[in-house]
């Protein structure tokens, strides 16, 4: 029964709701027989529901997550962790500001691998937006806080995109006698990071995180996966700007 209330739920909030009163608002036009224009909200209404649907959101997400796996043993000289965002003036146990929960599951591996090999680790990450926290000097303080010693920390705190993390990383690494990389960032966001880090002169070894889709559970159906929700529009998008970002890089790779 929870799951029948579930479903039901997902057509009363949003963005449920606006495909059930966009659908409504066809039908009205086609009752009035306005056919042209029914027939195109019904397909913009269509578009906005498998958009919107984790029956579409996840085999998206999982094509940019499958293209690289975990190695099984680090081979690098530093690891490089990629920042996605911060909060500003909100509370944490040793200060203010927090990683957002891509970049705090990257920081969480990192610390970990650290703590395998002895790796310094390296976040890249500026502050993206004037109400958003810098993501490195957030990153400094959280790492310390974790037990990672200080002398093995480096930052780079400039950076508002994936260019740019792999420019400034490139020169930080170069400054500190560092050239093998091993790159930490969102499953989903690997494919774009290593070819901006290989256009910045530098091989990384994938290390992937953060996942977002399951591995062989995620073959399961049920009716839930038609079920439009907040999350799969917002893993749409991410996926596809991610298509987009690599898109770009190869465009720059051109040029």
Request: hydrophobic share 45%; glycine share 10%.
């Amino acid at each position: 029964m929870i799951y029948v209330i579930k479903f039901i739920y997902s057509f009363v909030l949003p963005p449920g709701i606006f495909i059930v009163l966009l659908a409504l608002l066809a039908i009205g036009l086609l009752w009035k027989k306005r056919r042209g224009p029914a027939v195109a909200l019904f397909a913009v209404t269509l578009l906005l529901y498998l958009a919107s649907v984790p029956l579409i959101s996840e085999p998206l997400m999982r094509s940019l997550e499958s293209r690289y796996t975990q190695p099984e043993q680090v081979q690098g000289d530093c690891l490089v962790v990629l920042g996605g965002g911060a909060t500003a003036g909100t509370p944490d146990i040793d200060g203010e500001g927090s990683l957002g929960g891509a970049a705090a599951n990257r920081l969480l591996t990192a610390v970990r691998l650290h703590r395998l090999t002895g790796l310094p680790v390296l976040f890249s990450g500026g502050q993206v937006f004037a109400d958003s926290g810098n993501e490195g000097n957030v990153a400094r303080r959280q790492l310390i806080g974790l037990g990672v010693d200080e002398q093995s920390i480096l930052i780079e705190n400039r950076s508002l995109n994936t260019e740019q993390n792999a420019e400034f990383t490139a020169a930080l690494m170069k400054e500190h006698g560092l050239n093998r990389p091993v790159l930490v960032t969102s499953a989903f966001h690997m494919p774009r990071a290593v070819a901006e880090f290989r256009q910045a002169g530098m091989e990384a070894q994938p290390y992937p995180t953060d996942y977002h889709t399951s591995g062989a559970a995620s073959a399961a159906w049920y009716a839930g996966k038609l079920a439009p929700s907040p999350g799969a529009a917002e893993t749409v998008g991410t996926a596809l700007k991610e298509y987009l970002g690599l898109l770009a890089a190869a465009i720059r790779g051109q040029l």
